[in-house]
């Protein structure tokens, strides 16, 4: 038996059904449902437009996201395969985000040679802890205004003073490696440690000398900061900062961006004081002398694809390929002087976006040439004739003589250069460059219309190995960059430092230090792996690495005198 036991109150019956809960909830499902609405029909411009897009099946609500879940390696692997089918553009849908991938060079010249498109994707937003608004991720004219004060900072003039850290750093990481001969080790954390050190030294002009316990701690700082970024891109759980937050990795992460901004700002600090003092030179390590600048010879450099020796597709200038004359004697400054003197002198830049850019140096300087110069190294040990013939062009540069590497001798390194290049085609250390969609983009190989809204992605990595550009792509070959083939290739084809008015501002800085410290290796061992490319597993969290690490075996080698010229 139950009983129905009536409210004694009347009014306070009706009271509860209108509390402030049941008012809210009575509320919420129309608000939603109005939401869901404005939001189907906010979308229906770039539904419309996806439609016309090819792309694998997906699921309802769910799109393609199943297919990006597992080990780094099977999903990069998925998604190459996955890719095979499309050789123009592909559309993925993870969940409601549209994901459209660029492969032809004349899209890709589109998107990259654009000052409209330069917003960079939502996902950038991991790095913000640490770089903030740094030139990395800020965009609009705050952007604009801080590279053109920071593209100067990396013109060639500048770089050639930085040889003498590129030498002594590259003669010590082939000391520390020595105790490695014969043994197979990852030449990674080594390529990584070194470009850490030449980086505090050029960038903010930590020199060895001054450098205590705090430079070290930064080092290791870096380096495990850029392992919980990769970490967070891989495991799609943490994208929102909710989760991240309450995962160790976020406690981790405090702690490490502690260690990093109190040097970059106790560095700040001492430079400014260093400028207020007037004995900037005595702090300012890196000061350039003028006096040792260069000439190159004029007949070096001369070639349609002098580029090249620096990173980028014949014919493609940027801002990084102003005349030397163009860099006047006030420009010449490294680049935390140069930043430091735009500050005193009442400019464009505060302490903290000061910081910002620092830090963004440090970071995108680092990771991409440690997975540069050991997928290098890695295709040395694999491919040992080739490795003979540039063994063979270092002995004719420098016989047996273990002298430091001038820059004249950098431009007569043609055969390392191509295959420097060759590298970066076949694993491009930023296998793919994203940027959000704000207005429709209509490619110039089809008739598809990107909707705004759309995350765009050059697919690097694909590009790089297109059939119809590079015959047998997945072939190892540095005549890839002889320059007769270079010339007729699409300038887009080719685009592993990015290109355009967003293109790498480290490009030409990259280049020489990788050409310093690769020839140093290589003058000193000769590479051998014991893995054929087919082992290789491929991961891209942000950067290209090979999961199971860069394993290789180096032996010391005999340097053979110059041949006598005839
Ligand atoms: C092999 C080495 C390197 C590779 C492959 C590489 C590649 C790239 C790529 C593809 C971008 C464009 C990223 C995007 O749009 O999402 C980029 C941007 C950038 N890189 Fe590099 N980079 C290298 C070395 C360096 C070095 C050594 C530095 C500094 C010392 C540097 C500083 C920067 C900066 C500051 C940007 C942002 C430029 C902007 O948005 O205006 N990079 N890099």
Redesign the pocket.
Known sequence: MSATVAPADPLMANANIASPMNVFYFLLAPALLLWFIYWRISRQHMLKLAEKIPGPPGLPLLGNALELIGTSHSVFRNVIEKGKDFNQVIKIWIGPKLIVFLVDPRDVELLLSSHVYID?SPEYRFFKPWLGN???ISTGHK?RQH?KL?APT?HLNVLKSFIDLFNENSRLVVEKMHKEAGKTFDCHDYMSECTVEI?LET?MGVSKKTQDQSGFDYAMAVMKMCDILHLRHRKMWLYPDLFFNMSQYAKRQVKLLDTIHSLTRKVIRNKKAAFATGTRGSLAETSIKTAEFEKPKSNINTSTVEGLSF?QSANLKDDLDVDENDVGEKKRLAFLDLLLESAENGALISDEEIKNQVD??MF??HD??A??SSFFLSMMGIHQHIQDKVIQELDDIFGDSDRPATFQDTLEMKYLERCLMET?RMY???PI???SLKQDLKLASSDIVVPSGATIVVA?YKLHRLETIYPNPNVFDPDNFLPERQANRHYYAF????AGP??????K??ML??KVILSTILRNFRVISDLKEEDFKLQADIILKREEGFQIRLEPRQRKPKAAKA
């Open positions: 960079k740094g030139l990395l952007w590279r920071i990396f980086l960038a990173g963004t140096i995108e300087g991409t040439t997975a540069g970066l491009p250390p930023v460059i994203a940027r690097t685009v592993p430092f990015s967003r293109s790498c501002v480290g490009r800085y990259a230090k990788l």
